[in-house]
């Protein structure tokens, strides 16, 4: 993570160079001079975080009502629940939203524990259409209904 | 004209039907969704901005005060009934309050929670009233050096000050302002790391980047790290015309007090959050108990809750103070208020209250309905908070990223938004993992861009001299104050960390499995 931001850091300050800098800018300051100072600080603070793990320092996880430290970072989870709003975004253009949240919302369920798997479906499908009424019914959000739903004028189809 | 004259009017708007529904409506969401366990009151109106999309302006923003306020409260209600502290402003509650819960005076804590809540945010609402005016006057009169300096002193104190490392602070802080950067520079038309993305040319949104970092970073991080096994909530008797005691009461009242006048302050000036005040309370009412109360201290003492909740809520609405006359976010809650207000062209600062003079009261005025609503709401209704405690977290935490998913599509309904969602969401997940502070972040993402622009043109009026940020005598003081906060906060932080050590240690370990 502190590489990243170094990394991010020396990125800035070398593409901040490559900014056009307009030659009849009205400021003294054109728009490359808060690029240098945020690359700076990129560096800076990067460098540091870098220098204090190095030396043992490691930074705490955050804790929290739901979080158990002691147990051990499940990546498997985190990584399917991650792939979940990659395949909803996909989802959303060909399908319409309530199918994406569906999907959504059933996946993340089940990736999380919900059991049984049928139960986290049922609500998936119900939480989706609910919200797709209020939003799109009621409030005029315009979520795509998709092509199941077109026509519903209750779900703003 | 006097300012009471203005608050009036802004009472006769509020208290319309319609809009009294829009401040219930808010309370209640906010309060729910802030007990919640894992959503905090920054993420609550993160979660809630789609909502108002098609709301007026004044609709949305009682609504929001009534969530700013509600989300405030829910937080102390899952503290004192849950094993377990959750975000840092009502980490202190926690301590003393479950204690108190697991004795069995739950109830008194709860109650000395919400009328302390109601006592200090009255108080504070009242001087945020007469403050505010003020302060916009002053903030009329600033110019853009001004200003920097308030931003830079803003900047410290939430990169540096808050959380436990100040390089990670910062390095938060850098990489939100690297986000506002990206897209087209505003003055000069440039375009600005864009990686070549298109959908990066018109910058990134901030309701997308909050949404990320505050829901998707919190469900993967507690998907990666969820707690095995069930969580106790420890029960409250039922009938809440005995929840306090005529002792409770004489033990809570001084506290309160004092909780409200350390809390204001803290949150007026641009020095960030509820954890300051919130310690300082605790601290003070320690030192202050005699008798009982000094033998219960660390074993469940009321004054312990009642002090540092008032400091909490006290400070809630300090911090409206910058929000809405220097448009200075100084919390990430505020933060999300700012955003909230962008959405509709307001942008706050001194001129709001000369140009949106009815919709700042009719906010004011919300804030104190808000107020009285959550002291009516929140005793009789414990119970159904209660339930909402025990929501099967699986359920949970897909909720929160379908509203998620919901609200970076709402913003420009588009499939890349939702996918920029994840992206971001990730870097909010290895944050928290790796103990970075996502307040900074938002901060530096929405002051950012607004510190360019003032930087530039100050130095445009002085053709390019950099001394010109020390030249004024208003922006020296702010620096020398900024120094002087530096300073105490190392002495403060140490202490604060010797009391959660000892607080730690105390605390029994949960069985896992």
């Known amino acids: 993570m502190a590489g990243g931001v170094l990394a991010l850091g020396v990125y800035a300050l070398v593409r901040a160079g490559s900014i056009v800098e307009p030659t009849t800018a009205a400021g003294a300051v054109g728009p490359r001079t808060m690029p240098y100072l945020v690359g700076a600080l990129l560096v800076v603070t990067g460098g540091t975080t870098l220098v204090q793990i190095l030396r043992g320092r490691r930074g705490e996880a955050e804790g929290g009502e739901d979080v158990d430290l002691a147990g051990g970072t499940d990546w498997l989870t985190a990584g399917l629940l991650a792939v979940c709003v990659a395949v909803h975004a996909f989802l959303i253009d060909p399908l319409g939203w309530p199918v994406a949240a569906a999907v959504l919302f059933g996946g993340a369920a089940i990736v999380l524990g919900a059991r049984p798997v049928w139960r986290a479906v049922v609500i998936g499908i119900a939480l989706a259409l609910l919200v797709q009424a209020i939003f799109a019914g009621v409030l005029d959000v315009s979520l795509p209904p998709g092509p199941i739903f077109e026509g519903v004028s209750i779900l703003g189809g | ?513």
Do not use: C
């Not at chain 2, 448009?327 to 942008?347: D, E, F, K, W």
């Open chain 2, 1 to 513: 004209m006097d300012n009471l004259g203005y608050l009036m009017d802004g009472f006769a708007t509020a208290a319309h039907p319609q809009y009294l529904a829009f401040a219930f409506l808010g309370v209640l969401l906010g309060t729910a969704v802030g007990v919640l366990p894992g959503i905090g009151p920054a993420m609550t109106v993160a979660l809630l901005l789609p909502i108002t999309y098609s709301l007026n302006p004044t609709a949305a923003l009682i609504t929001f005060a009534g969530i700013y306020y509600g989300g405030m409260y829910g937080g102390s209600t899952t503290s004192i009934l849950l094993n377990t502290p959750g975000e840092s402003s009502s980490m202190i509650t926690a301590l003393e309050g479950n204690k108190m819960a697991k004795r069995g005076k739950g109830a008194a804590a709860l109650a000395t929670a919400a009328i302390g809540s109601f006592v200090a945010g009255t108080i504070a609402t009242a001087l945020l009233t007469f403050l505010a005016p003020i302060s916009a006057d002053l903030a009329v009169k600033m110019g853009a050096v001004e200003k920097v300096s308030l931003m830079v002193l803003a900047f410290m104190t939430v990169g540096a000050l808050l959380g436990s490392s100040v390089s990670r602070g910062l390095s938060a802080l850098a990489v939100g302002m690297f986000i506002g950067l990206m897209g087209v520079d505003d003055l000069s038309g440039q375009m600005r790391f864009t990686f070549g993305l298109p959908v990066l040319t018109d910058g990134v949104d901030v309701v997308v980047v909050a949404v990320a970092l505050f829901a998707v970073g919190e469900a993967l991080y507690v998907g990666a790290l969820m707690r095995r096994g069930p969580q106790e909530v420890i029960p409250v008797p039922e009938g809440w015309r005995t929840w306090m005691t005529k002792d409770d009461f004489r033990r809570s009242w001084r506290p309160w007090l004092r909780g409200t006048i350390i809390g204001f302050p803290f949150g007026t000036i641009p020095a960030g959050g509820a954890e300051i005040p919130t310690f300082l309370s605790y601290a003070t009412e320690q030192r202050l108990a005699k008798g009982t109360a000094k033998a219960e201290f660390g074993h469940g003492a009321i004054e312990g809750v009642a002090g540092p909740e008032a400091a909490n809520n006290a400070s809630a609405a300090g911090v409206l103070v910058p929000l809405l006359t220097l448009g200075i976010p100084t919390s990430a809650t505020a933060a999300m208020m700012l955003v909230a207000l962008n959405r509709y062209n307001i942008s706050p600062g001194p001129l709001l209250f000369d140009d949106h003079p009815d919709l700042v009261w009719a906010l004011l005025a919300s804030l104190y309905i808000g107020n009285f609503l959550l002291l009516v709401l929140n005793l009789p209704l414990v119970g159904l908070w209660v339930k909402v405690l025990q929501i099967p977290r699986p359920y949970l935490y897909s909720g929160i990223l379908v509203f998620a998913g919901l609200g970076s599509f709402a913003v420009h309904f588009s499939r890349d938004d939702v996918l920029l969602l994840l992206v971001l969401g990730i870097i909010g997940f290895f944050m928290r993992r790796y103990g970075y502070p996502v307040a900074p972040l938002v901060v530096g993402l929405i002051l950012g861009p607004v510190f360019e622009n003032q930087a530039r043109t100050a130095l445009t009026i002085s053709q390019g001299d950099f001394t010109t940020f020390v030249r004024s005598p208003f922006a020296v003081v702010v620096y020398a104050l900024l120094l002087l906060m530096l300073v105490g906060s190392v002495v403060l932080k140490r202490r604060e960390r010797a009391l959660e050590a000892r607080v730690a240690a105390d605390r029994p370990l949960e069985p896992t499995g």
